[in-house]
């Protein structure tokens, strides 16, 4: 199963901070580097102050005296105390990388493995280009802020410190001059500090909307090409594009406006430290040993003092990134492990007074209500309903991809929800119309939800799904077949859905329409391996053909979002005008057999619980001639 991501959600919006510091947890594993990285850092800034003071030591000493001696001494110290920072400086570096990427890492896989165990409802509100931008894009803007933003902006904001103390102490009117020249810097920085957090955001949700585009159209390539459409995806793409450029352009100006000033202000600082300077060393104030070693370490704040604005940057966009990331982990998982994990024994369905409505939904919007529906072992129910009748949500609630909203779904007498999930899904499997297969090998998509099936129990999946087109591909079942599995046919990416249902050994199969793809042939060959399949498991199975009802030992009938009859597949022909139109243009059930009466009375209409669709069909279906002998009960031992 999924691990839980190891941040707790918040019960409260957070501030901008807080989410930060909420991925304090992932940074403990690595503290001991980060010990190093600190101590590595505050030496190298040690060795940067002194430098400047043994210029000045230097000046007022062995160069004024003509020292030679004491000359060679402080040189060779000077540049072993560079040689020291440097190789200090390569540490932190080498430090601050393993650490912060394997943050990042760590991180990730957290997330990654939330998004696993988010419901269906999660997703389908996200674009997956957003979850794509949080996974990607955010998390290396936080590692960016850990491994060089957070060190740089405490080295920096502790050498204007110490440095501007230090310049006081030297000659306290330049020094006055110095720290005047950093109001100016701080205030800009200030002031533009929430525009470029919302320009920030903007821009990062920008880019989930592009990337969304770029996948879309990836994988809708078949579609743009067929109806000519690739100028209007490019037109569509360009625009979302352009709309990126011109937040990009509006960050880009809002920061020009103070690095300006964070170029400006420094060299017009060193004119008038220059000038006073030179005026102080003249009177004799201060040496020149003092006012190179003050020019010296004032020129050495030119750069934190620059980068301040770029740190500070950094640290609002990775602010909103994690905000970004912390709106992952704060969402409530709403289908969580029940206590049971047994998987069950027998394999009995019911559901008990089922409904269902989708979190957005209407009050009075329900896609199922008032649902009840007996499955016993070994019996497959074939479920027929026209399109948006619910029948592909009601598949969807016996796995709990989504959870009922009232009533209650059992197997084996105990509610799903009791279950932990991967107990229920060890005992359902489901075949989806629309399978979803993976960039990996024939053999890893099979095996998906039985990673250790023999190769005897793979090679029967294939036979029952009539999926023997694997052994013609060029690696066989080790052919990787592609994103979406789009190199394979639609009705060959079906079989191999059912093959890999088929694989798991469930207690229950659940096929929505699994076989809506297939020629009639391939259908037959199909239907025919799954009766012996079906008879060993409770079935439910989504049909739209005749064919495919009688695979089923009862059929229920879903209307608006209710099963209103349940019975044999002749019994609802005979009795139910609703499920007689629903298959009457089955060629199936128009062999040309003559009747004497229109299939569908007056009563009939009545007992079509006033459905227009229904009853205009029956009107068509009154001029019709020809049935097949389907209205008979299909013979002993062939269901």
């Known amino acids: 199963m999924v691990s839980t991501p190891s941040i707790a959600p918040a019960p409260v919006r957070i501030r901008r901070t807080t989410s930060l510091l909420r991925l304090a947890p992932y940074v403990r594993p690595y503290l001991a580097r980060w010990i190093g990285m600190v101590i590595f850092g505050l030496a190298s800034l040690a060795a940067t102050i002194v430098i400047p003071l043994m210029t000045k030591a230097v000046i007022d000493g062995p160069v004024s005296h003509h020292d030679q001696q004491g000359l060679w001494t402080l040189g060779l110290a000077a540049l072993a105390i560079g040689m020291a920072e440097a190789i200090l400086w390569f540490g932190r570096r080498w430090l601050v990388a393993r650490a912060t990427m394997g943050v990042e890492r760590d991180i990730r896989n957290e997330m990654y493995a939330r998004l696993q165990v988010l419901p269906m409802s999660f997703h389908g509100k996200w674009q997956s280009g957003q979850l794509l931008s949080r996974i990607m894009n955010d998390l290396s803007m936080i590692r960016r802020l850990l491994s060089f933003g957070i060190v740089m902006l405490v080295l920096n904001t502790l050498q204007i410190t110490v440095v501007t103390i230090i310049l006081l102490m030297l000659y306290w009117p330049l020094g006055v001059v110095v720290v005047l020249s950093i109001v100016p810097i701080a205030a800009t920085v200030l002031h533009n500090e929430r525009r ?117 940057s950094m640290t609002q966009e990775a602010m909103t990134a994690a905000d ?126 039985r990673p250790h099936a023999t190769e005897e129990e793979v090679a029967e999946a294939i036979d029952i799904a009539q999926a023997q087109f694997v052994h013609d591909l060029p690696f066989g079942l080790d052919t990787r077949i592609g994103e979406q599995g789009m190199s394979l046919s639609g009705g060959q990416r079906q079989r191999l859905s059912l093959a890999r249902a088929v694989l798991t050994h469930p207690k229950v199969l659940v096929l929505d329409d699994t076989l809506s793809a297939l020629d009639v042939h391939t259908e037959a060959l199909v239907e025919e391996a799954l009766r012996r399949v079906l008879h060993e498991v409770t079935g439910l199975v989504v049909a739209h053909r005749a064919s495919t009802v009688l695979l089923a030992d009862r059929v229920a009938l879903l209307q608006h979002g209710t099963i209103t009859h349940v019975g044999t597949h002749s019994q609802l022909l005979a009795s139910v005008p609703a499920y007689r139109y629903l298959l009457a243009a089955d060629d199936e059930i128009d062999d040309g057999a003559e009747h004497d009466e229109p299939w569908c009375s007056d009563d009939d209409r009545r007992r079509a619980d006033d459905d227009v669709e229904i009853a205009q069909g029956c009107e068509r279906a009154a001029h019709a001639d020809e049935f097949d002998g389907l209205h008979a009960p299909a013979p002993e031992g062939q269901r």
């Open 324 to 449: 970004r990331v912390a709106e992952i982990f704060d969402t409530e998982p709403d289908i969580t492990d029940g206590p049971n994990n047994e998987r069950a024994e027998q394999g009995l369905v019911r559901l008990r007074d089922v409904g269902f409505k989708f979190p957005d939904a209407a009050d009075d919007d329900w896609a199922l209500r008032h649902v009840d529906l007996e499955i016993r072992p070994g019996e497959t129910i074939a479920l027929v309903g026209a399109t948006g009748a619910g029948k592909s949500v009601l598949t969807s609630l016996i796995p709990r991809l989504y959870d009922v909203s009232e009533g209650a779904i059992e197997i084996d007498g105990v509610d799903i929800r009791e279950l932990t999930l991967p107990a229920l899904r060890a005992t359902v499997a489901t075949a989806f119309e629309d399978p979803t297969l993976f960039s990996l090998s024939v053999r890893e998509n099979l095996t998906l939800g």
């Open 196 to 312: 470029y957090t919302k320009l920030s955001r903007m821009a990062q949700d920008q880019v989930g909307v592009v990337a969304t585009n770029v996948e879309e159209s990836a994988l809708g390539l078949r579609a743009i090409k067929s109806f000519g459409r690739e100028d209007y995806v490019y037109n569509r793409f360009d625009q979302e594009a352009t709309e990126l450029f011109d937040i990009q352009v509006r960050k880009v100006r809002l920061q020009a406006s103070f690095w300006t000033l964070l170029e400006v202000i420094p060299n017009l600082t060193l004119i008038v430290v220059l000038g006073l300077g030179v005026a102080a060393t003249g009177d004799g104030r201060i040496t020149l040993g003092t006012l190179v070693a003050f020019i010296t370490m004032m020129l050495s704040l030119v750069w934190p003092i620059a980068a301040m604005g770029f740190l500070l």
